[in-house]
């Protein structure tokens, strides 16, 4: 373990000591949501694109202890980082105590400027929580420098580690201000610095093996490699798709040479927008040709969101733009 903590540690750009291992990012999430003593009245900012394994810890913490979630709505597509942070800024009130944000949406895919939103937070004395399940092995890490106060991922999605892996960053300062979620043996020794939040009884030490395979395999590529290589696909993605006046891509800057709001997952949406839970518009018919095609697809009218990971062939994303192009004209 303490070997896979230091590879960890060292792809992370952070402490060992501030690392646990854990599950998934849903446990890194939570062991933060409920570690925390806020009271009624303290709030906490999120956004509007947080998963289930992000948000739904606050919301119990709110139906439990009075908690006030708030939420900054997301521009699909953002401009600038700067108008995402000041959006940000703007919904903090004197009663902010963390600002809850996925590094990396699941909603649309856009990834959001933490460092700035970690800079202004920590301005503010408002603590920073980032959900990083999409971010590790997506794109290129740097927990110190981006300053955030804690992190969570699930390496099982692009690093392509075994399912029931996750890590955990937590600050060094705040590792004493966290409480387990789990308690054990050596609940309150905080001489264990972040193994604390990796002490939860007897679990599965084969799949940490799993993990430490994955990441030796991912780091024999190379992170900036692999970055550049799903980066380049999504970008054939969000060209291609840009090409249509039906559709609008919703985590590209409609400025083909800024780069910043992607890595590799391209999302879009139907224009005019279509009501939540729609059936009809031209992303249903995508849908449809993409079925025609035997390419499998999970959701369908309101929004389509493509991965693009080293294993993705570009002859299959041509397959995919056959179908877009087709239910276009369609
Ligand atoms: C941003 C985000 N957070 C949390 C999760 C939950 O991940 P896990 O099931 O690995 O805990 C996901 C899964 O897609 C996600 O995209």
New binding site residues.
């Given amino acids: 373990m303490r070997e896979l903590r230091d590879a960890l540690a060292a792809f992370l750009h952070c402490k060992r000591d501030e690392l646990a291992i854990v599950r ?3 446990e890194a ?1 939570n062991v933060v949501g409920n570690g925390l003593d806020f009271q009624a009245g303290d709030e906490v900012l999120l956004t509007d694109q947080e ?1 289930p ?2 948000r739904c810890c606050w919301e119990q913490r709110a139906a439990r202890h009075g908690l006030k979630l708030n939420t900054v709505a997301l521009p699909k597509p953002p401009a600038s980082a700067a108008q995402i942070v000041e959006l940000f800024e703007r919904a903090l009130t004197p009663r902010t105590k963390i600002i809850v944000f ?1 590094h990396i ?2 909603v649309t895919g856009v990834i959001l400027p933490a460092k700035q939103i970690c800079t202004m937070a920590r301005a503010k004395g408002v603590l920073t929580h980032v ?1 990083g ?2 971010a590790i092995g997506q794109i290129p890490l740097d927990l110190h420098d981006m300053g955030c106060d804690f992190y969570g991922t ?1 390496p ?1 999605k692009w690093v392509m580690a075994p399912k029931g892996t ?1 890590t955990l960053y937590v600050r060094e300062e705040l590792l004493e201000r966290l409480w387990v979620n789990i308690a054990t043996t050596n609940w309150r020794n905080f001489d264990l610095k972040a193994y604390r939040f990796s002490t939860f009884g007897t679990s599965n030490l084969s799949v940490m093996v799993g993990l430490k395979a994955a990441l030796d395999f991912f780091q024999q590529i190379g992170a900036e490699r692999i970055y550049a290589r799903q980066h380049q696909l999504a970008t054939l993605v969000r060209d291609r798709i840009s090409m249509h006046p039906q559709v609008k891509v919703v985590n590209a800057s409609a400025d083909a040479k800024n780069h910043e709001f992607f890595g590799a997952l391209v999302s879009f949406e139907p224009v005019p927008a279509v009501p939540a839970g729609a059936t009809t518009g031209p992303l249903k018919k995508i849908a449809d040709e993409c079925a025609a095609r035997n390419i499998r697809i999970a959701g369908g009218a309101e929004r389509i969101r493509i991965a693009t990971n080293i294993f993705t062939l570009p002859t299959e994303l041509n397959a995919f733009f056959d179908a877009v192009e087709a239910g276009l004209r369609g």
């Fill in positions: 998934n990012a849903t999430n998963h394994g992000g996925s949406t699941t959900d399940a999409h699930s099982h996750g």
